[in-house]
């Protein structure tokens, strides 16, 4: 028996906890006769926030009302909380807040109540704002600023930090934007990702920079999409700037580093019509050391969906975390290797639970043997 099977009891008898504030809800009153039929929950590192929405059916009650009791706990901007697994065995997979609420009654005298939640980037959407992040050096410094000045207590804890970031000498600002905004554009002009996991807030590296220890069990996989996609990334990127103490001389630097994740080779060595290179003319650039970051962002931002992997589990597990790197073993070359998790999806019915994990590579080994271990699997 696998781990995970070991875990989870088999997969057997999916289960889900829903928390709403502090307050559970009880879902399984037989004399409401109230059930959840769907949860969804999708999640990303990208700069959308993550999402889950949750359907709930009853009937209307022996008073004669059409509107469940628990209806007045799910109010808009209340916290919500979902863990799924099986039985008794649950682990989070989405802390957010209320954003809608819909009710549809029928002539059947069926109530179906969708909630819909987004993740922590949605209390920092509303509010617009014009002023000087005083005392940022850094982009990730301003995203600190904005998080201990605006959100202290929000986040069940944070992660930021970016390498090799250099000190400007601009001041930065937070113009006419929300703090959601100026967040995904710190996050863009540093090459990073930003995301919420589970209420923890990430401002972190674009590559993790380590192996993973985790590994997908071939026979929790029912299907394996894989896209090698070389088109727009180049061979070099370079950064030009006015010096603005000498005008009639340039700042320029160029991405001087190749990141590696996964195995196999790299866009360039793949193909020998990636030799071209771009220039990128970046007037607030006022050093060398900024030029260089500038061009490896970029760089970076071109390699990042290189290649790209979707897993379809024939068991959902709640065990996906955003950010790792797991690796896929024993299946076969080009699928084989170490992956970066950049999306999860978890769809639960009643008695039904499904996972599909999308993650990314930088590398790609075109020189593998047949897929025998698939075939394998499913007996072709």
Known sequence: MSSLSRTYNGFLDPEAKILVGERELNLNSGKKSMQVSNIHVEKSVGLEASTCMVKIKTQKIASGSYIPDFLGDLKAGAKIEISLGYSGTLKKVFVGYISSIDLEMDSLDDVTITVRGMDGKMLMMPNLKNELIKGAKTYSGAVDSILKKSY????????????????????????????????CRMASLAGALFFIENGKFYFVDMYPGKSGNKIFEKNNISKINLSVNLWGIPKKVETVSQD??????????????????????????LSKNIDGKITLIDGSIASAKEAEFASQVEQDRRNFNMVTTKIECIHGAPDYELGSVWKIDKVGKPVDGERMINCVVHDMTRDKYRTTVYLNSTRYDPQGGVLGGLGGMFGF
């Open 152 to 183: 202290t207590g929000k986040f069940s804890g944070h992660k930021i930090k970016i390498s090799g970031e250099p000190k400007l000498s601009v001041p930065i600002y937070q113009s006419s934007e929300s703090d959601y905004a100026f967040v």
């Open 244 to 269: 603005r103490k000498h005008y009639k001389q340039t700042i320029t630097g160029a991405s001087s580093k190749s990141y590696d994740l996964g195995s196999g080779k790299s866009a360039s060595s």
